[in-house]
T-cell receptor, first 116, second 114 residues
Framework: GAVVSQHPSRVICKSGTSVKIECRSL??????MFWYRQFPKQSLMLMAT?????????EQGVEKDKFLINHASLTLSTLTVTSAHPEDSSFYIC????????????FGPGTRLTVL | AQTVTQSQPEMSVQEAETVTLSCTYD???????LFWYKQPPSRQMILVIR??????QNATENRFSVNFQKAAKSFSLKISDSQLGDAAMYFC???????????FGTGTRLKVLA
């Protein structure tokens, strides 16, 4: 149990376009989902926390208008990178937590975004 | 603010041997959780082991065990009988019992030599 999927696994887009990444909890209801960004050979940095039915909470330095997060249901959160630029190229990982945020997070397989 | 430090960017171990990965952290909280995650080339984060700070007994999961020294704020991972499949990036992570946020260390790349 506790499987989290992400779609797509890889995406290449042109500069200026928007890209949507989906994060789904397949076999449990996730009241809280998290979005991380991982640069090459670096650690995971938390971008934002997404709670079902409410606005996401963004970490300091993360542009909320650029990284739109929606948690429309207990099994789906989406991250939309708006007006993408090459510097947005990165590996994006989501995780999901059962029974609220204070429990173990289960990670998705990640999405590699390349902006040309 | 809490911090997590992994001072070994890269480690190597011979197959079947034992290796220890280091992790130190800093916090003023008394209740928290510590984790070791493995990230293989597929980039999927896999939980290796977790430790609750209130537990004195060191966690063990098969070939993986930790040495949790709360006073020293140290949380090392020991991998026994290393296997080729253990080769990966290993991240140490801290989570406050109050806050939900994970704080990750910078990772240690483990190479297993045949």
């Amino acid at each position: 149990g506790a499987v989290v999927s992400q779609h797509p696994s890889r995406v290449i887009c042109k500069s200026g376009t928007s890209v949507k990444i989906e994060c789904r909890s397949l076999d449990f209801q996730a009241t809280t989902m998290f979005w991380y960004r991982q640069f090459p050979k670096q650690s995971l940095m938390l971008m934002a926390t997404s709670n079902e039915g409410s606005k996401a909470t963004y970490e300091q330095g993360v542009e909320k208008d650029k990284f739109l997060i929606n948690h429309a249901s207990l099994t789906l959160s989406t991250l939309t990178v708006t007006s993408a630029h090459p510097e947005d190229s990165s590996f994006y990982i989501c995780s999901a937590s059962r029974f609220g945020p204070n429990n173990e997070q289960f990670f998705g397989p990640g999405t590699r975004l390349t902006v040309l | 603010a809490q911090t997590v430090t992994q001072s070994q960017p890269e480690m190597s171990v011979q197959e079947a041997e034992t290796v220890t990965l280091s992790c130190t952290y800093d916090t003023s909280e008394s209740d928290y959780y510590l984790f070791w995650y493995k990230q293989p080339p597929s980039r999927q984060m896999i939980l290796v082991i977790r430790q609750e700070a209130y537990k004195q007994q060191n966690a063990t999961e098969n070939r993986f065990s930790v040495n949790f020294q709360k006073a020293a704020k140290s949380f090392s991972l020991k991998i026994s009988d290393s296997q080729l499949g253990d080769a990966a990036m290993y991240f140490c992570a801290y989570r406050s019992a109050i806050s939900y946020k994970y704080i990750f260390g910078t990772g240690t790349r483990l190479k297993v030599l045949a």
